[in-house]
Nanobody, 122 residues
Framework: QVQLVESGGGLVQAGGSLKLSCTAS????????MGWFRQTPGKEREFVAA????????YQPDSFKGRFTISKDNAKDTVYLQINAMNAEDTAVYYC???????????????WGQGTQVTVSS
């Protein structure tokens, strides 16, 4: 009963930046955290970052720290992912996720968006 819709993806040249958005609707009051994953063909879906709705604690693998920044706007039920200095490795489908239990966000989110394609060209 929660829907997640991503936006902001598209084609960007290497070195450029994108800011992805994910807006939740439906029964959002029970959500504890929202975050981002990405997936490319031949690779496992990667956890990029997550943020708690209350408190704003950020969880992020070391491999995504630096160029990937997650933020949120609770009033809009929206989470963002800023990606800077993009390169070809960033080409992927980026998925928004949300969970009712904070400990589940990394492994088994309760809700998924449809994904937004990000393509980096040189």
């Amino acid at each position: 009963q929660v829907q997640l819709v991503e936006s902001g993806g598209g084609l960007v040249q290497a070195g450029g930046s994108l800011k992805l958005s994910c807006t939740a609707s439906g029964r959002t009051s029970g959500l504890s955290a929202m975050g981002w994953f990405r997936q490319t063909p031949g690779k496992e879906r990667e956890f990029v970052a997550a943020i708690r709705r209350i408190g704003g604690n950020i969880y992020q693998p070391d491999s995504f720290k630096g160029r990937f920044t997650i933020s949120k706007d609770n009033a809009k039920d929206t989470v963002y992912l800023q990606i800077n200095a993009m390169n070809a490795e960033d080409t992927a489908v980026y998925y928004c996720a949300a969970t009712r239990n904070i400990v589940q966000i990394v492994t088994t989110p309760d809700y998924w968006g449809q994904g937004t394609q990000v393509t980096v060209s040189s």
